[in-house]
DNA sequence: ATAGTATTGATAATCATTTTCATTAATGGT
DNA sequence: ACCATTAATGAAAATGATTATCAATACTAT
């Protein structure tokens, strides 16, 4: 598992690989869904900058180039990416939901309460343990969230 | 740690003390607020019946008994229970936010997404993996999310 | 290029939660 | 027990995020 530097300085990401206009093409067919600008706009918005972004901070991005594209369309076709698990919802407590490519690896999140830091962590182990969970109380695990908070080492100094 | 069935048979929970009416009003004196009858009756009815409750349910529960209390007294006194960790707030995806006593033992929660059962369940592993996650990234962790879902054994049949 | 259908975006609607503010109730001191 | 002080309450309005509506527009297969 390698990481890297989020582009925003904020975030330490499981590295992902590039991805081409074609693809996401491609992406929005797989759906069954037309191909838009205003789609490819959107996936082009996502895979540049913040990995993990909401609704209004993407909004508000692609408004600079693309001020035609309004907040319906955005919340659809996330929900759309969503559903197809193209892209994952991430949820910190009563915050709006942010949003990311769904990279090929798994991962969790560990989050700074204090600045908003986000760092990306796999830990198989836990998710073994989990299934163990489910298995001891006869479910099927379909999915799961495990979101870390505390203050990173910036923020612990002040 | 002892598992009991829930009231509605839709929770599997960490066994609870039972706690009474001097105590609660024990809790409030402690949190430096001002014993109400409407914040004793909203012990009073987290303490019985369903464990991790809405506010809506919470509000249309009291209304039966004590018709008076108005849905501004419930969120106000669970942020203010929240703050003081007297209640812990789950949330479950986009639904609604549930509370529950803070029971002495920590727990986590194995939900299904089909009868909406929740199970609480511990796991020192995990919780110690947790930690190991958080060091290797130089937080000092403060708190955590982890919800696991799938489906019970009923509903794995249907 | 056209027809047929999906998509779009402005706006209204919804849902959970918070705020406001005039009225009421709890508490500590008498 | 009686006040005075100040916090608490509840009805209603405000907010914030998300979803639904619908007439106008843009894809795409022919
Ligand atoms: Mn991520
Ligand atoms: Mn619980
Ligand atoms: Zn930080
Ligand atoms: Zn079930």
Redesign the interface.
């Known amino acids: 598992m390698k990481l890297i530097k989020g582009k925003e300085n904020k975030e330490?990401l499981i590295e992902r690989e590039p991805i081409d206009v074609e693809t996401f093409k491609r992406m929005i067919r797989q759906m069954g869904l037309k191909v838009t600008k205003q789609r490819v706009h959107i996936l082009e918005a996502m895979s540049e900058g913040r990995a993990h972004i909401t609704v209004q901070e993407l909004y508000e991005k692609l408004q600079k180039t693309h001020p035609e594209i309004g907040f319906a369309t955005i919340y659809r076709f996330l929900k759309n990416m969503t559903d197809h698990n193209l892209v994952t919802e991430v949820?910190m407590?009563?915050f709006p939901?942010r949003y990311e490519l769904t990279p090929n690896q798994h991962h969790d999140h560990?989050n700074?309460?204090n600045c908003g830091k986000i760092?990306e962590?796999e830990?198989e182990?836990?998710e073994e343990?989990?299934e163990s969970?489910?298995r001891?109380?006869?479910?099927?695990?379909?999915?799961?969230?495990?979101?870390?908070?505390?203050?990173?080492?910036d923020c612990?100094q002040e």
Chains 1, 2 share one sequence.
Do not use: P
């Not at 099927?140 to 505390?150: A, D, F, N, S």
């Open positions: 330490v949820r407590g009563g939901a560990l700074c309460t760092v962590f830990n182990s836990i343990l989990q969970v489910a001891k109380f006869n479910f099927k695990l379909t999915g799961h969230v495990l979101e870390l908070y505390g203050l990173c080492q612990q």
